[in-house]
């Protein structure tokens, strides 16, 4: 049996470089260090060079200075001590407080015998030996120094080396903010929030980790490898007993950076918890293949749920984890999830299976299969395909409010070509599985694309002068229910050219384009034919301005900005009603959409349009760096004639004016993030959409965030569209003790979305969580799960993991045992 710390997410793969070669030696470095800050007359000092094999009588060296290197003097070795004997070339003998010093290394003892054509050292009484980060406490030692072969009889040890932080995540630039996102209810919203607000986001990359314990014996073989007899091992501090483990044998190898046991007992807090017949470990965090701590959690539909995962390290840039899983009401399930990394393709397939559910009767499965490839330069093809066997799926056997609540499942195979710069295009064939969790609230399934073949055309500064674009597209709409959502082709012609002028104060830029449809259909329209054409020229004027001053806020310098901006739109009225809608939906109204031409998605409907936008945009940029640490913006759309293209479900403005827009982003006071986004309808008298939300953080293991979500139905004024408010946080509420959870609750259907309760204790060098969570479901009851979990520092863990479940679900959320000075921290100093 193999065990492994495991990470509460994958390991990151690393692609093997393209053209390999033998790493480049470095000269050693000369190793200088003064001798003793004892009286000179006192101390005797022998020097050696066992490189070219001499030994000279030297005079002593006062502290602070140094003894200058020879060109064969590599690796000189410094003996100090009350008194020396011996012969030059063979042995020296040193007693009372001896100090021998080599590059790396350094030892104390009673009494060093030092053997010069061996380069042996024999030492006895109180010997301490400092060597690549091991501290060893011994009353004898053996050693080759130059070999580091030997053995040490009765060792207290300590190793100290760096590695990876589990909260470091290379390349972080966004911090996530509790609010949530339109398109999935009941989500925490992500908002990329650059690095520059101030917020706590990222530790050190590398932090140090220590192991100790004592040994009978301890032989060391060689550079970073050491085996230990009889011996415990633990990441707690020297003399700190909470939790060890007791075996037989131990062989750390930190060239590999794995170690091995056998005949192994784990003991927690004076009990034994666990024992191993043979183990092995990593020592760094980094991958090794292994079984992984198995998982073990209990919810209303399943029962006693247990996962025992066995990770595989394939190769630098290859793995794979299976995951047999036991649940008491259901049976068992197999799973796997393989993933690959490579210059040209990368990819990951997940899959999982069930022969039998014990509550349905039926065989189940899930898989989702990611694939990338560069076949040669500018050609690259993909697929993304997944699928499960039944509706209920997600709802029955995941505990992600995000998959309970997807119903999609895309089926994609795409192939790209990009010859040169300005020209991109692709072809790809798309379909669907929709799910049906609920029977009495359907799901409209979307049309299937076979194929679609798009080009993009973009080529600015053409005669110096304007931006050449073009946009074309044909597309072959399937749909399974053929009788109510007829079948077609569509062929889209988009050029554009715009013309800008830029000036440092200012830009402006008008674009001209012509939109050309022609479709296709199998079945006759309403005039007999089966094929229907559209030409629409369309016209837009994006102009800016941007004026600055020096201001202060918060006892910090910035540079406030105002940027005016007018965007203004002209698109004639063609009759579009005989055209089918394949792909088209209304599109949000917000900042974005406002400065763009069409208020629809797709290429079914082009709206009619005679348009001004005017915004008023303010910034306030880091005086220092440049860097944006607050915004504020307002806008509107003004109408200079009635709407005449609508399509089934929108109601037709009657106004000439769009709803009031308003955006707040940034950094209002210390260690507070706000994002707010409001829109008004002035017909309604009321608030159309409206999303706040909020974070405090002073620092990692203190986050407390809230958020609230409302969008109007503007057809029942009495129940709107979406309703919530979604409330988190991670506090410490005594020394060591952590509370963290998060409450989401829809007010529009006084229903629980998801609750998440828990306690955690970080005890410098293991950590216990308790976390129950509370899932709504689109249908049926919600399902209560229960995770608990007792970590070793840098070892490994027991239970059930609830560290990505409160990574997705609580925004800022960090390990407390794996802060910066964790085990000192102390939040109510």
Not at 104 to 109: I, K
Not at 180 to 198: H, K, Q, R
Not at 445 to 471: C, G, H, I, Q, W
Not at 807 to 819: A, D, I
Request: proline letters at 7%; glycine letters at 6%.
């Amino acid at each position: 049996m193999q065990t492994s710390h495991a990470a509460d997410t994958l390991p990151r793969l690393a692609a093997l470089p393209a053209n390999s070669g033998a790493a480049a030696l470095t000269p050693a470095a000369t190793f200088v260090v003064p001798v003793s800050d004892e009286p000179v007359r006192l101390r005797k000092e022998r020097r050696f060079n066992f490189l070219a094999g001499k030994s000279a009588q030297v005079q002593p060296i006062p502290p602070g200075q140094t003894v200058p290197a020879s060109k064969d003097d590599q690796h000189p070795l410094f003996l100090v001590a009350d008194s020396l004997d011996g012969q030059a070339d063979q042995v020296t003998v040193a007693e009372g407080n001896v100090e021998l010093r080599r590059a790396g290394s350094l030892m104390f003892a009673d009494k060093v015998t030092y053997r010069v054509l061996d380069d042996e050292v024999e030492a006895s009484g109180n010997v301490r030996l400092t060597q690549d980060g091991a501290i060893m406490d011994t009353p004898y030692l053996r050693m080759r120094m130059a070999d580091q072969i030997g053995h040490a009889e009765k060792v207290d040890y300590q190793i100290t080396r760096q590695v990876e932080s589990e909260f470091y995540r290379p390349g972080r630039t966004v911090i996530t903010v509790a609010t949530s996102d339109s398109s999935s209810a009941g989500a925490p919203m992500m908002l990329n929030v650059p690095n520059t607000y101030g917020l706590p986001t990222t530790v050190p990359p590398r932090r140090p980790s220590s192991a100790s314990g004592h040994a009978e014996r301890v032989d060391f073989e060689g550079e970073n490898q050491f085996r230990f007899s009889r011996t415990s091992y633990s990441t707690c501090k020297p003399g700190q007993d909470d939790w060890r483990l007791q075996s037989e044998a131990m062989h750390l190898d930190y060239d590999r950076e794995i170690g091995e046991v056998s005949d192994a007992t784990l003991w927690f807090q004076g009990t034994p918890i666990l024992y191993l017949p043979t183990g092995s470990f990593s020592l760094n965090r980094q991958r090794k293949s292994g079984f992984l701590h198995p998982s073990l959690s209990t919810s209303s539909k399943n029962g006693v749920d247990i996962t025992l995962p066995y990770y595989w390290n394939i190769a630098p840039s290859y793995d794979a984890t299976f995951h047999p899983r036991f649940m008491a009401k259901r049976g068992v399930q197999l799973g796997g999830d393989v993933r690959y990394l490579d210059h040209n393709f990368n990819g990951r397939t997940l899959a999982e299976f069930m022969p039998e559910d014990r509550m349905t009767g039926e065989k189940r499965y899930a898989y989702h299969i990611e694939h990338r490839h560069r076949l040669a330069a500018g050609l690259s093809a993909g697929i993304n395909w997944q699928g499960v066997s039944d509706d209920d799926y997600w709802e029955d056997l995941s505990s992600q409010l995000l998959k309970t609540s997807q119903t999609q499942l895309k089926r994609q195979v795409s192939l790209g070509y990009s010859p040169v710069s300005w020209l991109s295009t692709s072809v790809a064939v798309q379909r669907y599985q929709t799910l049906q969790p609920d029977p009495e609230t359907p799901i409209t399934r979307p049309y299937f694309l076979e194929p679609r073949l798009s080009m993009t055309v973009y080529k600015p500064n053409v005669l110096k002068a304007a931006d050449v674009m073009m946009t074309g597209q044909y597309t072959r709409f399937t749909h399974v229910d053929k009788a109510n959502f007829p079948n077609g082709e569509r062929l889209v012609l988009y050029p554009q050219v715009s013309i800008p002028f830029i000036h440092p104060a200012f830009q402006i830029t008008p674009k001209f384009g012509v939109h050309m449809t022609r479709y296709k259909m199998d079945q006759l329209l309403a005039d007999g034919s089966n094929s229907i054409s559209r030409t629409m020229p369309t016209f837009t004027l994006d102009s800016t301005m941007v004026f600055e001053r020096e201001a202060r806020w918060l006892d910090n310098d910035y540079i406030q900005t105002l940027e005016p901006r007018l965007y203004y739109v002209n698109i004639p009225y063609r009759d579009q009603r005989n055209i089918p809608m394949f792909d088209t939906a209304l599109s949000d109204f917000n900042f974005a959409q406002m400065f763009s031409e069409n208020r629809y998605s797709g290429f079914d409907r082009v709206n009619d349009a005679n348009q001004l936008t005017a915004a008023l945009t303010t910034r306030l940029l880091d005086a220092a760096t440049g860097a944006e640490r607050f915004k504020a913006m307002i806008g509107q759309r003004y109408y200079f004639k009635p709407q005449s293209v609508s399509i089934t479900g929108e109601t037709t403005r009657q106004d000439n004016f769009s709803n009031l827009v308003a955006a707040v982003s940034g950094v209002v006071f210390p260690k507070t993030y706000v994002d707010a986004a409001w829109e008004y309808n002035y017909d309604a008298g009321a608030n159309e959409r409206f999303a706040i939300g909020a974070r405090y953080q002073p620092e990692l293991g203190k986050v407390l965030s809230a958020s609230y979500r409302f969008t109007r139905d503007p057809l029942n004024e009495q129940k709107p569209i979406v309703d919530q408010i979604d409330i988190a946080g991670q506090w410490p509420i005594a020394p060591r003790w952590y509370a963290v959870g998060r409450y989401n609750y829809s007010l529009r259907d006084s229903q629980l979305l998801e609750a998440i309760g828990g306690i955690e204790y970080n005890a410098d060098c293991w950590a216990i969580r308790v976390v129950g969570q509370r899932l709504a479901a689109l249908s049926g009851s919600p399902n209560t799960s229960l995770f608990l979990q007792l970590e070793l520092n840098d070892f490994g863990s027991i239970g059930s993991n609830p560290i990505s479940l409160l990574r997705r679900s609580v925004p800022g959320y960090g390990k407390t045992n794996e802060m910066p000075d964790a085990g000192a921290l102390n939040p109510f100093q």
